[in-house]
Protein backbone atom coordinates (compact mmCIF):
# COMPACT_ATOMS: atom_id res chain seq x y z
CA UNK A 1 0.00 0.00 0.00
CA UNK A 2 1.34 3.89 -0.68
CA UNK A 3 2.73 5.72 1.68
CA UNK A 4 0.27 7.29 4.33
CA UNK A 5 1.82 10.45 3.32
CA UNK A 6 1.84 10.16 -0.12
CA UNK A 7 -1.85 11.64 -1.03
CA UNK A 8 -3.87 14.69 0.70
CA UNK A 9 -6.89 13.46 2.35
CA UNK A 10 -9.06 15.24 0.09
CA UNK A 11 -12.15 14.70 -2.34
CA UNK A 12 -9.49 14.28 -5.40
CA UNK A 13 -6.63 13.15 -3.59
CA UNK A 14 -6.81 9.17 -5.24
CA UNK A 15 -6.67 10.53 -8.69
CA UNK A 16 -2.99 11.95 -7.95
CA UNK A 17 -2.16 8.30 -8.10
CA UNK A 18 -1.39 7.14 -11.79
CA UNK A 19 -2.38 3.55 -10.82
CA UNK A 20 -5.29 4.31 -9.38
CA UNK A 21 -6.58 6.88 -11.86
CA UNK A 22 -6.15 4.40 -14.88
CA UNK A 23 -8.10 1.96 -13.18
CA UNK A 24 -10.53 4.55 -12.01
CA UNK A 25 -10.92 5.30 -16.00
CA UNK A 26 -11.05 1.66 -16.58
CA UNK A 27 -14.04 1.27 -13.76
CA UNK A 28 -15.86 4.26 -15.24
CA UNK A 29 -15.80 2.93 -18.76
CA UNK A 30 -17.27 -0.64 -17.11
CA UNK A 31 -20.25 0.86 -15.32
CA UNK A 32 -21.22 2.55 -18.71
CA UNK A 33 -21.63 -0.25 -20.50
CA UNK A 34 -23.49 -1.88 -17.65
CA UNK A 35 -25.64 1.45 -17.50
CA UNK A 36 -26.19 1.93 -21.02
CA UNK A 37 -26.95 -2.64 -20.97
CA UNK A 38 -29.65 -1.69 -18.42
CA UNK A 39 -31.35 1.06 -20.14
CA UNK A 40 -31.74 -0.24 -22.95
CA UNK A 41 -32.69 -3.78 -22.03
CA UNK A 42 -34.67 -2.62 -19.89
CA UNK A 43 -36.66 0.17 -22.18
CA UNK A 44 -36.54 -2.91 -24.99
CA UNK A 45 -38.50 -4.98 -22.91
CA UNK A 46 -41.84 -2.41 -22.53
CA UNK A 47 -41.80 -3.08 -26.58
CA UNK A 48 -41.76 -6.79 -26.12
CA UNK A 49 -44.32 -7.10 -23.38
CA UNK A 50 -46.72 -5.23 -21.14
CA UNK A 51 -46.32 -7.28 -17.89
CA UNK A 52 -44.59 -4.92 -15.12
CA UNK A 53 -43.00 -8.12 -13.64
CA UNK A 54 -41.02 -8.70 -16.73
CA UNK A 55 -39.99 -5.11 -16.73
CA UNK A 56 -38.74 -5.11 -13.44
CA UNK A 57 -36.65 -8.88 -13.80
CA UNK A 58 -34.91 -7.30 -16.55
CA UNK A 59 -32.74 -5.63 -12.98
CA UNK A 60 -33.85 -8.71 -11.28
CA UNK A 61 -31.58 -10.58 -14.41
CA UNK A 62 -28.98 -8.02 -13.99
CA UNK A 63 -28.23 -8.27 -10.63
CA UNK A 64 -29.08 -12.00 -9.51
CA UNK A 65 -25.87 -13.12 -10.94
CA UNK A 66 -23.80 -11.59 -8.19
CA UNK A 67 -26.08 -12.78 -5.73
CA UNK A 68 -25.62 -16.47 -6.95
CA UNK A 69 -21.67 -16.30 -7.90
CA UNK A 70 -20.29 -13.33 -5.74
CA UNK A 71 -18.85 -15.50 -3.43
CA UNK A 72 -16.82 -17.77 -5.88
CA UNK A 73 -16.17 -15.09 -7.47
CA UNK A 74 -14.24 -13.39 -4.41
CA UNK A 75 -12.43 -16.58 -3.64
CA UNK A 76 -10.70 -16.73 -7.24
CA UNK A 77 -9.88 -12.92 -6.65
CA UNK A 78 -8.32 -13.68 -3.70
CA UNK A 79 -6.46 -16.93 -4.83
CA UNK A 80 -5.36 -15.85 -8.59
CA UNK A 81 -3.71 -13.14 -10.32
CA UNK A 82 -6.30 -10.02 -9.96
CA UNK A 83 -5.28 -8.26 -12.95
CA UNK A 84 -6.03 -11.56 -15.74
CA UNK A 85 -9.29 -12.06 -13.86
CA UNK A 86 -10.10 -8.30 -13.96
CA UNK A 87 -9.69 -8.28 -17.71
CA UNK A 88 -10.84 -11.44 -18.77
CA UNK A 89 -14.43 -10.34 -16.57
CA UNK A 90 -14.29 -7.17 -19.64
CA UNK A 91 -13.88 -9.80 -22.45
CA UNK A 92 -16.83 -11.49 -21.22
CA UNK A 93 -19.05 -8.68 -20.76
CA UNK A 94 -17.96 -8.13 -24.61
CA UNK A 95 -19.22 -11.08 -26.10
CA UNK A 96 -22.66 -11.01 -24.00
CA UNK A 97 -23.07 -7.38 -25.39
CA UNK A 98 -21.79 -8.84 -29.34
CA UNK A 99 -24.95 -11.80 -29.00
CA UNK A 100 -27.55 -9.04 -27.80
CA UNK A 101 -26.40 -6.69 -30.71
CA UNK A 102 -26.33 -9.56 -33.54
CA UNK A 103 -29.74 -11.06 -31.95
CA UNK A 104 -31.46 -7.45 -31.82
CA UNK A 105 -29.98 -7.08 -35.65
CA UNK A 106 -31.84 -9.79 -36.87
CA UNK A 107 -35.09 -8.92 -35.01
CA UNK A 108 -35.09 -12.28 -32.90
CA UNK A 109 -34.81 -11.10 -29.60
CA UNK A 110 -37.79 -12.46 -26.92
CA UNK A 111 -38.87 -11.22 -23.74
CA UNK A 112 -37.21 -14.48 -21.85
CA UNK A 113 -34.43 -14.57 -24.63
CA UNK A 114 -33.54 -10.72 -23.59
CA UNK A 115 -33.53 -11.42 -19.85
CA UNK A 116 -31.53 -14.60 -20.53
CA UNK A 117 -28.59 -12.55 -22.04
CA UNK A 118 -29.19 -9.87 -19.18
CA UNK A 119 -28.56 -12.35 -16.99
CA UNK A 120 -25.02 -13.10 -18.64
CA UNK A 121 -24.22 -9.64 -19.01
CA UNK A 122 -24.81 -9.73 -14.96
CA UNK A 123 -22.51 -12.93 -14.59
CA UNK A 124 -19.78 -10.21 -15.82
CA UNK A 125 -20.56 -7.75 -13.12
CA UNK A 126 -20.52 -10.86 -10.27
CA UNK A 127 -17.18 -11.81 -11.66
CA UNK A 128 -15.44 -7.98 -11.53
CA UNK A 129 -16.71 -6.43 -8.89
CA UNK A 130 -14.85 -8.01 -5.92
CA UNK A 131 -11.66 -8.03 -7.51
CA UNK A 132 -11.96 -3.91 -8.28
CA UNK A 133 -13.52 -3.88 -4.46
CA UNK A 134 -10.19 -5.88 -3.06
CA UNK A 135 -7.54 -4.02 -5.44
CA UNK A 136 -8.17 -0.72 -4.56
CA UNK A 137 -6.90 -0.40 -0.85
CA UNK A 138 -3.71 -2.18 -2.06
CA UNK A 139 -3.47 1.46 -4.66
CA UNK A 140 -4.06 3.86 -2.38
CA UNK A 141 -2.90 5.02 1.24
CA UNK A 142 -5.69 3.67 3.97
CA UNK A 143 -6.52 7.89 5.01
CA UNK A 144 -7.84 8.36 1.43
CA UNK A 145 -9.91 4.75 1.27
CA UNK A 146 -13.10 6.55 1.77
CA UNK A 147 -12.56 9.06 -0.72
CA UNK A 148 -11.35 6.33 -3.14
CA UNK A 149 -14.39 4.89 -2.68
CA UNK A 150 -16.17 7.95 -3.05
CA UNK A 151 -14.66 8.35 -6.29
CA UNK A 152 -15.50 4.77 -7.16
CA UNK A 153 -19.02 5.96 -6.59
CA UNK A 154 -18.88 9.62 -8.48
CA UNK A 155 -17.70 7.15 -11.71
CA UNK A 156 -20.68 4.54 -11.26
CA UNK A 157 -22.90 7.86 -11.27
CA UNK A 158 -21.34 9.39 -13.77
CA UNK A 159 -21.56 6.43 -15.48
CA UNK A 160 -25.43 6.87 -14.68
CA UNK A 161 -25.94 9.78 -16.23
CA UNK A 162 -22.96 9.01 -19.43
CA UNK A 163 -24.84 5.58 -20.07
CA UNK A 164 -28.25 6.67 -20.14
CA UNK A 165 -27.85 9.92 -22.39
CA UNK A 166 -25.91 8.18 -24.56
CA UNK A 167 -27.98 4.80 -24.81
CA UNK A 168 -31.35 7.63 -24.94
CA UNK A 169 -29.81 8.85 -27.71
CA UNK A 170 -28.77 5.75 -29.75
CA UNK A 171 -32.20 4.23 -28.82
CA UNK A 172 -34.20 7.24 -30.62
CA UNK A 173 -31.56 7.59 -33.17
CA UNK A 174 -30.56 4.01 -34.33
CA UNK A 175 -31.73 1.20 -32.46
CA UNK A 176 -30.98 -0.97 -29.14
CA UNK A 177 -28.92 -2.96 -31.41
CA UNK A 178 -26.33 0.23 -31.51
CA UNK A 179 -26.47 0.68 -27.71
CA UNK A 180 -25.27 -3.07 -27.52
CA UNK A 181 -22.77 -2.25 -29.89
CA UNK A 182 -21.26 0.43 -28.08
CA UNK A 183 -21.23 -1.65 -25.34
CA UNK A 184 -18.80 -4.04 -26.15
CA UNK A 185 -16.14 -1.68 -28.04
CA UNK A 186 -16.35 -0.04 -24.26
CA UNK A 187 -15.80 -3.39 -23.14
CA UNK A 188 -13.12 -3.61 -25.21
CA UNK A 189 -11.28 -0.80 -23.98
CA UNK A 190 -11.60 -0.99 -20.45
CA UNK A 191 -9.86 -4.65 -21.08
CA UNK A 192 -6.92 -2.61 -22.70
CA UNK A 193 -6.78 -0.41 -20.14
CA UNK A 194 -6.93 -3.36 -17.00
CA UNK A 195 -3.89 -4.83 -18.81
CA UNK A 196 -1.78 -1.96 -18.62
CA UNK A 197 -1.80 -2.19 -15.20
CA UNK A 198 0.96 -3.75 -13.40
CA UNK A 199 0.09 -5.89 -10.14
CA UNK A 200 2.44 -6.59 -7.90
CA UNK A 201 2.46 -10.60 -7.45
CA UNK A 202 1.35 -12.12 -3.93
CA UNK A 203 4.46 -13.10 -1.44
CA UNK A 204 3.97 -16.10 0.65
CA UNK A 205 6.23 -19.39 0.66
CA UNK A 206 3.01 -21.03 0.84
CA UNK A 207 1.01 -22.78 -2.04
CA UNK A 208 -2.43 -21.10 -3.41
CA UNK A 209 -5.56 -21.47 -1.16
CA UNK A 210 -7.82 -24.42 -2.92
CA UNK A 211 -10.94 -22.81 -4.62
CA UNK A 212 -13.92 -24.97 -2.32
CA UNK A 213 -11.45 -23.99 1.07
CA UNK A 214 -11.26 -20.36 0.23
CA UNK A 215 -14.92 -19.99 -0.49
CA UNK A 216 -15.38 -21.21 3.11
CA UNK A 217 -12.75 -19.37 4.83
CA UNK A 218 -14.08 -16.16 3.27
CA UNK A 219 -17.96 -16.87 4.43
CA UNK A 220 -16.89 -17.98 7.58
CA UNK A 221 -14.34 -15.01 8.58
CA UNK A 222 -17.91 -12.69 7.42
CA UNK A 223 -19.86 -14.60 9.52
CA UNK A 224 -17.81 -14.58 13.07
CA UNK A 225 -17.52 -10.75 12.62
CA UNK A 226 -19.83 -8.78 14.25
CA UNK A 227 -19.41 -5.83 12.55
CA UNK A 228 -19.75 -7.15 8.98
CA UNK A 229 -23.37 -8.55 9.80
CA UNK A 230 -24.37 -5.28 10.57
CA UNK A 231 -22.98 -3.56 7.28
CA UNK A 232 -24.42 -6.81 5.30
CA UNK A 233 -27.99 -6.57 7.27
CA UNK A 234 -28.08 -3.04 6.40
CA UNK A 235 -27.06 -3.04 2.92
CA UNK A 236 -29.67 -5.92 2.23
CA UNK A 237 -32.88 -3.78 3.93
CA UNK A 238 -31.70 -0.15 2.18
CA UNK A 239 -31.41 -1.97 -1.22
CA UNK A 240 -34.57 -3.65 -1.24
CA UNK A 241 -36.33 -0.71 -0.15
CA UNK A 242 -34.73 1.37 -2.83
CA UNK A 243 -34.58 -0.92 -5.62
CA UNK A 244 -38.18 -0.27 -6.18
CA UNK A 245 -37.79 3.02 -7.72
CA UNK A 246 -35.10 2.53 -10.03
CA UNK A 247 -36.81 -1.06 -11.25
CA UNK A 248 -40.46 0.36 -11.86
CA UNK A 249 -38.98 3.71 -13.29
CA UNK A 250 -39.38 3.08 -16.65
CA UNK A 251 -42.84 2.46 -15.99
CA UNK A 252 -43.23 5.82 -13.70
CA UNK A 253 -42.39 7.45 -16.78
CA UNK A 254 -44.47 5.92 -19.46
CA UNK A 255 -47.52 5.88 -17.30
CA UNK A 256 -47.42 8.77 -14.57
CA UNK A 257 -45.20 11.29 -16.58
CA UNK A 258 -46.37 10.35 -19.95
CA UNK A 259 -42.60 10.49 -21.07
CA UNK A 260 -40.61 8.29 -23.20
CA UNK A 261 -36.62 7.43 -23.69
CA UNK A 262 -35.82 11.23 -23.23
CA UNK A 263 -37.53 11.22 -20.16
CA UNK A 264 -36.30 8.08 -18.51
CA UNK A 265 -32.59 8.91 -19.52
CA UNK A 266 -33.13 12.59 -17.79
CA UNK A 267 -34.70 11.09 -14.38
CA UNK A 268 -31.54 8.21 -14.29
CA UNK A 269 -28.81 10.97 -15.03
CA UNK A 270 -30.72 13.78 -12.62
CA UNK A 271 -30.01 10.91 -10.10
CA UNK A 272 -26.78 10.15 -11.08
CA UNK A 273 -26.04 13.86 -10.87
CA UNK A 274 -27.20 13.79 -7.32
CA UNK A 275 -25.36 11.23 -6.55
CA UNK A 276 -21.93 12.88 -7.63
CA UNK A 277 -22.75 15.58 -6.39
CA UNK A 278 -23.04 14.41 -2.75
CA UNK A 279 -20.39 12.31 -3.54
CA UNK A 280 -17.81 15.03 -3.66
CA UNK A 281 -18.76 16.58 -0.58
CA UNK A 282 -18.87 13.42 1.56
CA UNK A 283 -15.30 14.59 3.19
CA UNK A 284 -17.06 17.46 4.36
CA UNK A 285 -19.88 15.68 5.74
CA UNK A 286 -18.18 13.10 7.40
CA UNK A 287 -16.32 15.59 10.21
CA UNK A 288 -19.95 16.08 11.51
CA UNK A 289 -22.31 12.91 11.03
CA UNK A 290 -21.15 9.07 11.61
CA UNK A 291 -21.55 6.17 9.87
CA UNK A 292 -25.02 5.75 11.13
CA UNK A 293 -26.10 8.75 10.42
CA UNK A 294 -25.20 8.37 6.82
CA UNK A 295 -27.85 5.74 7.11
CA UNK A 296 -30.59 6.71 8.55
CA UNK A 297 -30.77 9.83 6.91
CA UNK A 298 -30.15 8.10 3.51
CA UNK A 299 -32.80 6.27 3.96
CA UNK A 300 -35.59 8.74 5.07
CA UNK A 301 -34.64 11.24 2.54
CA UNK A 302 -34.35 8.47 -0.29
CA UNK A 303 -37.88 6.87 0.74
CA UNK A 304 -39.54 10.41 0.41
CA UNK A 305 -38.19 11.17 -2.76
CA UNK A 306 -39.53 8.34 -4.17
CA UNK A 307 -42.42 9.25 -2.90
CA UNK A 308 -42.88 12.65 -4.78
CA UNK A 309 -41.51 10.79 -7.71
CA UNK A 310 -45.21 9.04 -8.26
CA UNK A 311 -47.51 11.51 -6.39
CA UNK A 312 -46.35 14.19 -8.17
CA UNK A 313 -47.21 13.68 -11.78
CA UNK A 314 -45.13 16.44 -13.16
CA UNK A 315 -41.71 15.78 -15.08
CA UNK A 316 -40.00 19.39 -13.21
CA UNK A 317 -40.93 18.11 -10.16
CA UNK A 318 -39.90 14.45 -10.10
CA UNK A 319 -36.06 15.78 -11.68
CA UNK A 320 -35.08 17.64 -8.78
CA UNK A 321 -36.59 14.62 -6.60
CA UNK A 322 -34.67 11.65 -8.58
CA UNK A 323 -31.60 14.38 -7.72
CA UNK A 324 -31.98 14.37 -4.03
CA UNK A 325 -32.83 10.58 -3.68
CA UNK A 326 -28.99 9.57 -6.05
CA UNK A 327 -27.82 12.12 -3.19
CA UNK A 328 -29.43 10.04 -0.87
CA UNK A 329 -28.14 6.72 -2.33
CA UNK A 330 -24.78 7.67 -2.54
CA UNK A 331 -24.28 8.92 1.16
CA UNK A 332 -25.64 5.65 2.56
CA UNK A 333 -23.95 3.38 -0.08
CA UNK A 334 -20.80 5.12 0.62
CA UNK A 335 -20.93 5.06 4.26
CA UNK A 336 -21.98 1.31 4.59
CA UNK A 337 -19.04 0.02 1.78
CA UNK A 338 -16.10 2.18 3.86
CA UNK A 339 -17.40 0.16 6.78
CA UNK A 340 -17.12 -3.08 4.97
CA UNK A 341 -13.38 -2.05 3.59
CA UNK A 342 -12.55 -1.12 6.77
CA UNK A 343 -14.05 -4.12 8.64
CA UNK A 344 -11.59 -6.88 6.44
CA UNK A 345 -8.17 -8.09 6.17
CA UNK A 346 -6.35 -7.65 3.08
CA UNK A 347 -5.85 -11.34 3.16
CA UNK A 348 -9.86 -12.13 2.48
CA UNK A 349 -11.21 -8.68 1.35
CA UNK A 350 -12.43 -10.16 -2.52
CA UNK A 351 -14.12 -12.40 -0.75
CA UNK A 352 -15.73 -10.22 2.10
CA UNK A 353 -16.22 -7.80 -0.39
CA UNK A 354 -18.04 -10.20 -2.83
CA UNK A 355 -20.44 -11.19 0.43
CA UNK A 356 -21.14 -7.59 1.13
CA UNK A 357 -21.98 -7.14 -3.09
CA UNK A 358 -24.07 -10.21 -2.85
CA UNK A 359 -26.14 -8.60 0.28
CA UNK A 360 -26.43 -5.65 -1.90
CA UNK A 361 -27.63 -6.96 -4.99
CA UNK A 362 -29.66 -9.80 -3.27
CA UNK A 363 -31.17 -6.97 -1.50
CA UNK A 364 -32.04 -5.26 -5.00
CA UNK A 365 -32.93 -8.42 -7.02
CA UNK A 366 -35.34 -9.22 -4.16
CA UNK A 367 -36.76 -5.22 -4.18
CA UNK A 368 -37.47 -5.64 -8.22
CA UNK A 369 -39.19 -9.15 -7.70
CA UNK A 370 -41.25 -7.74 -4.89
CA UNK A 371 -42.43 -4.32 -5.65
CA UNK A 372 -42.73 -5.58 -9.58
CA UNK A 373 -45.21 -8.21 -8.03
CA UNK A 374 -46.61 -5.64 -5.72
CA UNK A 375 -47.14 -3.11 -8.76
CA UNK A 376 -48.73 -6.14 -10.89
CA UNK A 377 -51.36 -6.54 -8.17
CA UNK A 378 -51.83 -3.30 -6.80
CA UNK A 379 -50.29 -0.34 -9.41
CA UNK A 380 -47.14 1.12 -10.12
CA UNK A 381 -47.49 4.59 -7.48
CA UNK A 382 -49.21 2.33 -4.69
CA UNK A 383 -45.72 -0.32 -5.06
CA UNK A 384 -43.40 2.79 -4.71
CA UNK A 385 -44.91 4.01 -1.60
CA UNK A 386 -45.29 1.07 0.13
CA UNK A 387 -42.00 0.40 -0.22
CA UNK A 388 -40.95 4.37 0.98
CA UNK A 389 -42.63 3.37 4.15
CA UNK A 390 -41.51 0.03 4.33
CA UNK A 391 -38.34 1.14 4.26
CA UNK A 392 -37.50 3.90 6.70
CA UNK A 393 -39.93 1.10 9.02
CA UNK A 394 -37.72 -1.67 9.13
CA UNK A 395 -34.75 0.97 9.75
CA UNK A 396 -36.03 2.05 12.97
CA UNK A 397 -36.94 -2.33 13.96
CA UNK A 398 -33.27 -3.04 13.27
CA UNK A 399 -31.57 -0.13 14.08
CA UNK A 400 -30.32 -1.21 18.06
CA UNK A 401 -29.13 -4.85 16.42
CA UNK A 402 -27.38 -3.71 13.30
CA UNK A 403 -25.72 -0.36 13.98
CA UNK A 404 -22.38 0.15 12.19
CA UNK A 405 -19.62 1.34 14.39
CA UNK A 406 -17.95 4.41 14.10
CA UNK A 407 -14.39 3.13 15.10
CA UNK A 408 -12.40 0.44 12.65
CA UNK A 409 -10.31 -2.32 13.50
CA UNK A 410 -6.78 -1.74 12.74
CA UNK A 411 -6.32 -5.51 10.20
CA UNK A 412 -3.15 -4.06 9.21
CA UNK A 413 -0.87 -7.24 8.73
CA UNK A 414 1.39 -8.13 12.06
CA UNK A 415 4.20 -10.48 11.67
CA UNK A 416 4.43 -13.14 14.09
CA UNK A 417 7.38 -14.78 15.40
CA UNK A 418 7.09 -18.70 15.68
CA UNK A 419 8.22 -20.06 19.37
CA UNK A 420 6.83 -23.63 18.21
CA UNK A 421 10.00 -26.42 17.41
CA UNK A 422 9.37 -27.81 14.01
CA UNK A 423 7.44 -31.12 14.22
CA UNK A 424 9.49 -34.17 14.83
CA UNK A 425 7.37 -36.12 12.18
CA UNK A 426 7.36 -35.75 8.41
CA UNK A 427 4.33 -34.27 7.79
CA UNK A 428 2.65 -33.96 4.05
CA UNK A 429 0.68 -29.84 3.50
CA UNK A 430 -2.43 -31.73 2.99
CA UNK A 431 -2.38 -33.87 6.05
CA UNK A 432 -4.69 -32.94 9.04
CA UNK A 433 -6.59 -31.98 10.49
CA UNK A 434 -4.61 -29.91 12.94
CA UNK A 435 -5.55 -29.62 16.59
CA UNK A 436 -4.00 -27.18 18.60
CA UNK A 437 -4.25 -27.00 22.07
CA UNK A 438 -3.18 -24.29 24.59
CA UNK A 439 -3.13 -24.31 28.08
CA UNK A 440 -3.98 -21.25 30.65
CA UNK A 441 -3.58 -20.93 34.28
CA UNK A 442 -6.43 -18.18 35.44
CA UNK A 443 -7.58 -16.56 38.33
CA UNK A 444 -10.75 -18.01 39.56
CA UNK A 445 -12.40 -14.85 40.78
CA UNK A 446 -11.44 -13.64 37.13
CA UNK A 447 -13.09 -16.42 35.17
CA UNK A 448 -16.30 -14.17 34.15
CA UNK A 449 -13.42 -12.06 32.39
CA UNK A 450 -11.23 -14.45 30.41
CA UNK A 451 -14.25 -16.01 29.28
CA UNK A 452 -15.51 -12.49 27.70
CA UNK A 453 -12.23 -12.36 26.28
CA UNK A 454 -11.93 -15.75 24.83
CA UNK A 455 -15.36 -15.67 22.90
CA UNK A 456 -13.76 -12.51 21.20
CA UNK A 457 -11.22 -15.50 20.43
CA UNK A 458 -13.53 -18.01 19.31
CA UNK A 459 -14.73 -15.37 16.81
CA UNK A 460 -11.11 -14.67 15.74
CA UNK A 461 -10.11 -17.89 15.24
CA UNK A 462 -12.83 -19.13 13.49
CA UNK A 463 -12.31 -15.92 11.15
CA UNK A 464 -8.57 -16.85 10.55
CA UNK A 465 -10.20 -20.30 9.11
CA UNK A 466 -10.09 -22.78 11.90
CA UNK A 467 -12.99 -25.84 11.55
CA UNK A 468 -13.96 -25.69 15.23
CA UNK A 469 -13.13 -24.14 18.52
CA UNK A 470 -13.52 -25.05 22.18
CA UNK A 471 -12.62 -24.03 25.53
CA UNK A 472 -12.03 -26.41 28.36
CA UNK A 473 -12.24 -26.46 32.44
CA UNK A 474 -10.27 -28.97 34.43
CA UNK A 475 -12.56 -30.65 36.61
CA UNK A 476 -9.72 -31.21 39.28
CA UNK A 477 -7.68 -27.96 38.73
CA UNK A 478 -10.03 -24.95 38.57
CA UNK A 479 -7.73 -22.40 37.83
CA UNK A 480 -6.80 -24.46 34.56
CA UNK A 481 -8.09 -24.18 31.43
CA UNK A 482 -7.35 -25.67 27.62
CA UNK A 483 -8.03 -24.12 24.49
CA UNK A 484 -8.56 -26.37 21.34
CA UNK A 485 -8.92 -25.21 17.78
CA UNK A 486 -9.19 -27.13 14.20
CA UNK A 487 -7.44 -26.67 10.87
CA UNK A 488 -8.04 -28.04 7.94
CA UNK A 489 -4.57 -29.32 7.25
CA UNK A 490 -0.61 -28.08 7.99
CA UNK A 491 -0.48 -25.79 4.85
CA UNK A 492 -4.10 -24.20 6.78
CA UNK A 493 -1.94 -24.10 10.03
CA UNK A 494 0.77 -22.60 8.61
CA UNK A 495 -1.21 -19.55 7.04
CA UNK A 496 -2.86 -18.74 10.14
CA UNK A 497 0.52 -16.88 11.04
CA UNK A 498 0.05 -15.11 7.39
CA UNK A 499 -3.73 -14.09 8.32
CA UNK A 500 -2.69 -12.42 11.35
CA UNK A 501 -3.41 -8.63 12.01
CA UNK A 502 -2.56 -6.36 14.32
CA UNK A 503 -6.02 -6.50 16.18
CA UNK A 504 -5.38 -10.66 16.36
CA UNK A 505 -2.18 -9.42 18.17
CA UNK A 506 -3.86 -7.03 20.96
CA UNK A 507 -6.55 -10.14 21.28
CA UNK A 508 -3.64 -12.18 22.19
CA UNK A 509 -1.80 -9.67 24.63
CA UNK A 510 -5.20 -9.37 26.47
CA UNK A 511 -5.75 -13.28 26.54
CA UNK A 512 -2.09 -13.55 28.02
CA UNK A 513 -2.99 -10.66 30.44
CA UNK A 514 -4.86 -13.40 32.80
CA UNK A 515 -2.02 -16.03 32.85
CA UNK A 516 -0.69 -16.47 36.32
CA UNK A 517 1.74 -19.17 35.66
CA UNK A 518 5.18 -18.88 35.43
CA UNK A 519 5.82 -19.35 32.17
CA UNK A 520 3.95 -18.67 29.20
CA UNK A 521 1.02 -20.61 28.13
CA UNK A 522 2.11 -24.06 27.05
CA UNK A 523 0.72 -24.96 23.42
CA UNK A 524 0.79 -28.52 21.75
CA UNK A 525 -0.22 -29.22 18.20
CA UNK A 526 -1.26 -32.62 16.77
CA UNK A 527 -1.88 -33.85 13.66
CA UNK A 528 -4.77 -36.54 13.00
CA UNK A 529 -3.42 -40.11 12.34
CA UNK A 530 -4.39 -42.88 9.85
CA UNK A 531 -5.83 -45.99 11.29
CA UNK A 532 -6.39 -48.86 8.81
CA UNK A 533 -6.23 -46.48 5.91
CA UNK A 534 -9.26 -44.38 7.51
CA UNK A 535 -8.70 -41.31 9.55
CA UNK A 536 -9.26 -41.17 13.20
CA UNK A 537 -12.03 -40.69 14.15
CA UNK A 538 -11.41 -37.63 16.12
CA UNK A 539 -11.14 -36.02 12.57
CA UNK A 540 -14.29 -34.37 11.36
CA UNK A 541 -16.43 -35.72 8.69
Known amino acids: MPNETDVSPSALGPLRQPMFRMLWIAWLAANITMWMNDVA ?45 FAATQLWIAVAAILLCGLALADALTAELLLALTFANGIGLAMRWPVFAAIIPDIVPRRDLPAALALNGVAMNMSRIIGPVVAGALLAGAGSAYVFLLNALLSIFAFVMIL ?69 TSLLAAMGGGAILAALNLERLRHRLEREDFVHWGTLVHAASAAVVVLVPTLWVAIPAMFAAGMAWIATAN ?10 PNWVRARGMSIYQMALMGGSAAGA ?48 VATLPPPAIDIEPDEGPVMVTIEYLIDPARAADFN ?58 RRLA ?4 PEAPLMRRYVAETVDGRPDAAAPR
Open 335 to 344: ALTVAAQMGL
Open 196 to 264: RWKSEPKLSALPGERFLAAMRVGLQHVMQSPPMRAVLARIFLFFLQSTSLTALLPLVVRDLHAGGATAY
Open 41 to 85: AAWLMTSLTSSAFMVAMVQAASTLPVFVLGLPSGALADIIDRRKY
Open 369 to 416: AVWGYVANLTSVTTSILVASVVGPLVLLLTRRHARIGAHDVDHSPAAV
Open 452 to 509: AVMLETRRARLRQGALSWGLFRDTARPERYIEYFLDENWIEHQRRLERFTAADLGLRE
Open 514 to 517: FHIG
